[in-house]
């Protein structure tokens, strides 16, 4: 069973710049490509920007230029940089992982119960 922790998030002015972290703990899987995801009231998740284990990445057009995710594949661990932060990027950001259970190579997701990124002067 994989879990998500996430931390990092927290009020930023615009122009500013926050980083959040993932750390995912849990044995018996392999754990394939990690995002980040976000949602606002009413609205769709929607994707900021996924990693896989060979550091290929997926970036939102909204947040290429200034946001840069990065992996230590060791730790399980996923960084979100996010710079020049907009006042729309205020949202509720969700770590996500992919993985394969070991012992029957079931394929599932998990997701983190999200952290509160909010862009405000």
């Known amino acids: 069973q994989v879990q998500l922790v996430e931390s990092g998030g927290g009020l930023a002015q615009p122009g500013g710049s926050l980083r959040l972290t993932c750390a995912a703990s849990?044995?018996?899987?392999?754990?394939?490509?990690m995002g980040w995801y976000r949602q606002t009231p009413g609205k769709e998740r929607e994707l900021v920007a996924t990693?896989?284990?060979?550091?290929?990445?997926t970036v939102a057009e909204s947040a290429k230029g200034r946001f840069t995710i990065s992996r230590e594949n060791a730790k399980n661990t996923v960084y979100l940089q996010m710079n020049k932060l907009k006042p729309e990027d205020t949202a509720l950001y969700y770590c996500?992982?992919?993985?394969?259970?070991?012992?029957?190579?079931?394929?599932?997701?998990?997701w983190g119960q999200g952290t509160l990124v909010t862009v405000s002067s």
């Open positions: 990693i896989t284990s060979g550091d290929s990445t």
């Open positions: 849990g044995g018996g899987s392999s754990i394939s490509a």
């Open positions: 996500n992982a992919r993985a394969t259970r070991l012992v029957d190579y079931w394929y599932f997701e998990v």
